[in-house]
């Protein structure tokens, strides 16, 4: 059964602060999935209990089953309403990642986190599964600029490495929610010994977020797609144009880098 039939069908069983919960459930929709235990408190007043009490009710064994359920749903429709050209699609959406990303870069962030580049002595990129394949690729773009970093997707590295840094040091944290909990921790080390700080991440209010000595933001929510290829493109954005940045604010001379990188590889390829 849909989520909103069961509110509607369990709605007058449900006391007065659950029927907050439901009014708000009703009022956000499906978008209830990004939210947390936190949003839902703040925008209807009520404590946890309620908010579990209120889910059980609907038959569902607590929030995190609720919203894997909302995101089943809302994976299924759009599913049902793909048009037949499916790969038109895909590409549509992800054309959208882009530009809805685009739209986010603030200027003066942006610059912010260039001069933290520029500084660094030492650069670490940290995020696990699919930001940490991100962190991989992004730290390849840089090294393209002739920029050395290190990415580290290993929860048990990255806080010996956060254990180790300086000021001197920054960390480009990656994490599309913003609330994964190894790369907050990780980063958190870091910025406990003075790292600089800079999160790429969704939601500006997020965990992650918070830790940023400047925050960059993307612009794909995911739940049941983790690791979607909008997600990586829109944070592969963000590296591109930190990249880009990076090369104007230095004058860094990108053709003859590439030269050198091209040459260094180049014997390698079957002729």
């Known amino acids: ?3 909103d039939y069961a509110i509607h069908e369990q709605y007058e069983s ?5 029927k907050k919960v439901a009014d708000y459930v009703l009022k956000v929709g499906s978008q209830l999935m990004y939210a947390t ?3 839902i408190k703040a925008a209807t007043k009520v404590g946890d209990a309620t908010i579990i009490r209120f889910c059980q009710k609907l038959g569902y064994n607590g929030f995190s089953d609720f919203k894997i359920e909302l ?6 429709q759009q599913a049902e309403t793909r048009p037949a050209d499916y790969y038109d699609d895909i590409s549509r959406h992800l054309q959208e990642a882009l530009t809805a990303t685009a739209k986010l870069i603030e200027p003066i962030k942006l610059n912010q986190a260039i001069d933290l580049l520029s500084q660094a002595r030492h650069i670490y990129l940290f995020g696990v599964g699919g930001s940490g394949q991100t962190g991989d690729a992004f730290s390849a773009m840089l090294l393209r600029a002739g920029v050395q970093t290190t990415s580290i997707s290993d929860p048990h590295l990255q806080a010996q490495v956060a254990s180790l840094l300086t000021p001197r040091d920054l960390v480009i944290g990656l994490s599309l929610t913003g609330r994964t909990k190894d790369t ?3 980063l958190k080390i870091a910025a406990d010994n003075g790292a600089r700080i800079i999160a790429v991440t969704n939601n500006l209010n997020s965990p992650v977020a918070q830790l940023g000595e400047v925050v960059l933001q993307t612009a794909i929510e995911e739940l049941l797609n983790g690791g979607s290829v909008a997600g990586r493109i829109s944070q592969l954005y963000i590296g591109e144009v930190l990249v880009k940045g990076y090369e104007q604010r230095n004058q860094v ?3 003859a880098l590439r030269e050198r990188v091209l040459r260094s590889i180049i014997d390698k390829r079957i002729e």
């Open 253 to 255: 001379d990108a053709v």
């Open 37 to 39: 235990m936190s949003d």
């Open 1 to 3: 059964m849909r989520y």
């Open 14 to 18: 449900l006391t007065r602060s659950e």
């Open 71 to 76: 995101a089943k749903e809302d994976f299924t």
């Open 184 to 186: 907050y921790a990780s």
